[in-house]
């Protein structure tokens, strides 16, 4: 009898992801919070367990997934055991039914609470933002009480079935809290209120230390700020235009005497320069700290704004030039009066207009031949001369404003023995770029691909999930990256050299891992690599603290 074999599973990255999955001890957490039912094969850590799997894979619509499940390598993923049969779509729904009864929301906190303490991350500084997410059909429930979904406006100002994503997590992008809510929520709304969840959250975790909320300009309302004040944290955030301490801040930061700080860089090389200057005000009976930052890189959009305004009013003068110069006038009072209309007329901001009058002497026009050898009449008319001038120095103070935005913050300028000048605010409040690439994980078709099930409740626990596998997602790339340095680049597909990669660069370094199921005379069951891990593979997870025995 020879050895034959029973199966080959594409492996490719999901051993790591499932093995990251149990280190932080998430299936035993969530068998706790949600208890296993005796009549049911699957537990629902399998369920949660298995979809973040499908998610990070790139994710396939739940009647798909009992026909994946038969794909993979099963028992060696989640447990010895199961079956792929018992993943069929009635099954799955009924426990992400079971997972909304125990209140998703406080098992994805307990679930984000756990990676912290497992990760032992800082809970010091926490970026937050929102976004939405289009979705399709009807959804109907009995409860009032469940997610609403609705038609509404998205930030493009599209109009959409939507549902809301609410995220705050720490610099590297993990999430601390999140929530799925009303796509038509306000961010105004949503701040005020999610920092009170955020204080239980740590109250929870038994932390009582002061922290850092860094938002984006909605968050600059009495409610935040007050409630921020509340939750034993301070705020972040940038400053609306609109509002007069904005604009006073701005005014006397253009003043020839305003001591500016020397310019300087957040990046390594290539980065953009800033200049600060700080001063304080009272906003709403709350004392503030308002921060005039300017810097080197205009803003793109602000950037082609200005372009166009340029653009338009140059050519604007090009039509009223040849407009004034065509005309004539009698007498000089009239011509004058004219000139004095038009400078007052004229609102410029990027060119300079020199206009005059000048006298002109022609012979006068008069009805029929002229008689032989006459002298011609003489007349004398006036025109406007107009001399229209590219002014750079307005161009170039247009393009400082722009590029000067306003910080608004009530940390202290000395918080737990470290300094906090207005170079440490901004590079906090540059960190919120962290969870903004978190949305692009959540809008990427590749891991949210359109959600296909009956019932509001059940849109609501697949969109916890999906910030489930976004927080395992970003502890990955936060395990990988200590050990990829300049020094020691990592070498990714196509031979580009990567020295601080993404999660999505590393996957398809392990696209083509194939595990092949052996089955051996004596009946006993026995994995092997279909071929060896390469070097960079074997790299990654010795980084990781694994090896292959994780296939095998």
């Not at 059909?137 to 549902?163: C, F, M, V």
């Not at 975790?205 to 409610?223: G, L, N, R």
């Not at 009239?334 to 400078?343: G, I, R, T």
């Not at 690599?529 to 990781?544: H, S």
């Amino acid at each position: 009898m020879s050895v034959q074999i029973r199966a080959i599973y594409e492996s490719s990255y999901l051993n790591i992801i499932s093995t990251i999955f149990k280190d932080l001890g998430l299936p035993v957490l969530i068998d706790r919070l949600v208890p296993v039912n005796p009549q049911c094969q699957t537990r629902a850590s399998d369920v949660v367990w298995l979809l973040t799997l499908d998610i990070l894979s790139g994710r396939q619509a739940l009647v798909h997934v009992e026909r994946w499940a038969h794909d993979i390598d099963l028992p060696k993923l989640i447990r010895p055991g199961l079956s792929p049969s018992w993943f069929n779509d009635d099954a799955i729904a009924r426990h992400l039914d079971r997972l909304y009864d125990a209140n998703i929301h406080a098992v994805l906190s307990a679930c984000l609470v756990q990676i912290y303490k497992k990760e032992g991350i800082p809970l010091r500084v926490f970026h937050a933002d929102t976004t939405d997410a289009s979705v399709y059909g009807t959804y109907e429930s009995a409860s009032p009480d469940a997610l609403p979904i609705t038609h509404g406006y998205n930030r493009h100002h599209r109009w959409q079935k939507q549902i809301g994503f609410g995220l705050i997590g720490n610099e590297d992008g993990i999430p601390f809290y999140g929530d799925v809510h009303d796509g038509n929520l306000p961010d105004k709304t949503w701040n005020p209120e999610v920092l009170s969840r955020v204080q239980k959250q740590l109250q929870q975790a038994k932390i009582e230390e002061e922290w850092i909320y860094v938002a984006d300009s909605a968050a600059m309302t009495k409610d935040t700020l007050a409630q921020t004040k509340a939750a034993n944290a301070f705020l972040i955030t940038r400053g609306p235009s609109s509002l007069r301490i904005v604009k006073t801040a701005l005014a006397e930061a253009d003043a020839q005497e305003t001591p500016w700080r020397d310019p300087f860089s957040l990046a390594e090389k290539n980065g953009a320069t800033y200049r600060v200057w700080e001063t304080t005000s009272t906003y709403e009976g709350h004392s503030v700290r308002l921060i005039v930052v300017e810097s080197s890189a205009l803003d793109q959009r602000k950037g082609k704004t200005l372009e166009k305004e340029r653009n338009q009013e140059a050519e604007l003068l090009r039509q009223k030039q040849t407009q004034w110069e065509s005309r004539l006038f009698s007498c000089r009072e009239d011509a004058e009066q004219a000139l004095a209309s038009l400078k007052s007329s004229l609102r410029l901001r990027f060119h300079r207009v020199e206009a005059s009058v000048e006298a002109i002497v022609r012979p006068k026009k008069r009805r029929g031949r002229p008689k032989k050898e006459a002298e011609p009449d003489m007349e004398t008319l006036y025109a406007l001369r107009v001399n229209v001038e590219f002014d750079q120095a307005a161009w170039e103070q247009a393009r400082r404003k722009a590029s000067r935005f306003v910080l608004v913050t009530t940390v202290p300028e000395e918080w737990k023995g470290q300094p906090m000048n207005a170079k440490e605010i901004l590079k906090l409040y540059k960190g919120q770029i962290s969870v903004e690439m978190n949305f692009s994980f959540l809008k990427d078709p590749f891991f949210t691909d359109e959600i296909y099930v009956k019932k509001p409740e059940r849109v609501a626990v697949l969109g916890y999930l999906f910030l489930l596998a976004l927080a395992i997602y970003r502890v990955f790339q936060r395990r990988v990256r200590p050990f990829i340095t300049p020094e020691h680049p990592l070498k990714g597909a196509g031979g580009r050299k990567l020295t601080r990669p993404t999660g999505q660069a590393i996957f398809p370094l392990f696209w083509y891992v194939r595990v092949v199921l052996l089955e051996l005379p004596d009946g006993r069951i026995q994995r092997a690599l279909g071929q060896p891990l390469t070097y960079e593979q074997r790299r990654i997870l010795q980084g990781l603290g694994m090896d292959e025995s994780m296939y095998v």
